[in-house]
């Protein structure tokens, strides 16, 4: 699982009008799966079920 900012780097992932992670695949908003016990937010697109990984 890559992070969120090597992503946005390599141009896996981009930023639409409101700062809103975005896949450059499928130009899905992603949705986040927050566990309150790790200290990572997964990021995942709804379409493709790709994964990325954010620090907090």
């Known amino acids: 699982m890559k992070s969120v900012r090597k992503a ?9 009008t409101y700062d ?6 499928c ?3 992603l949705k986040t799966e927050n566990d309150p016990n790790q200290i990572k937010t997964v990021r ?3 379409d493709c079920d790709v994964e ?5």
């Not at 990325?52 to 907090?56: A, C, G, N």
């Open 8 to 16: 946005l780097r390599e141009g896996e992932l981009d930023k639409d």
């Open 20 to 25: 809103r992670l975005v896949c450059a695949d």
């Open 27 to 29: 130009e899905k908003p």
């Open 44 to 46: 995942i697109c709804p």
């Open 52 to 56: 990325w990984k954010e620090i907090r």
